[in-house]
C-alpha cells in the first residue's frame, strides 16, 4: 500500500495514505495547475486539519500516489469555479449570541423538534 509522507505544524512528519488526502485542482485558462489548487488531510497524531497549496510538481507526485482530485476549470479569468468553503457560509443573516442561547433553551425542552418542525420558514 502506498504511504504518503506529509507534514502537519503542530506533530511534524506524519504517513498518510491516498485517502487519508483530498487535493483540489484549480486550472488556468491553459490547461496549467493554477493558484488555489491544494491538499489537505487530518493529521493522524493531533486530528488538526492541515490545508497546504499545490503547485503543479506536488499535485503530480499526489495522483501518481494514488489520491484522487477534484478538478475545476474556471470558464474565465474572474470566474471562480473552486467549491465553497466553510469559513464563507452563504449569504444570510449571521447567527447572533442571542440566536445561540434561543437554540440551546429549545434543545433543553422535550419537545424541541415538533417545535422546529412548526418554526415558519
Known sequence: MTRIRASCPSCGEVDLRPADLTLTIVRDADGQVADGSAYR???PACTHVVAKPADARIADLLRTGGVEAEEFEPANEDADQRPPHPELPPD??????DDLLDLHLLLATGSWFEQLLTTSR
Open 41 to 43: 488531510f487530518r493529521c
Open 92 to 97: 444570510g443573516p449571521r447567527l447572533t449570541h
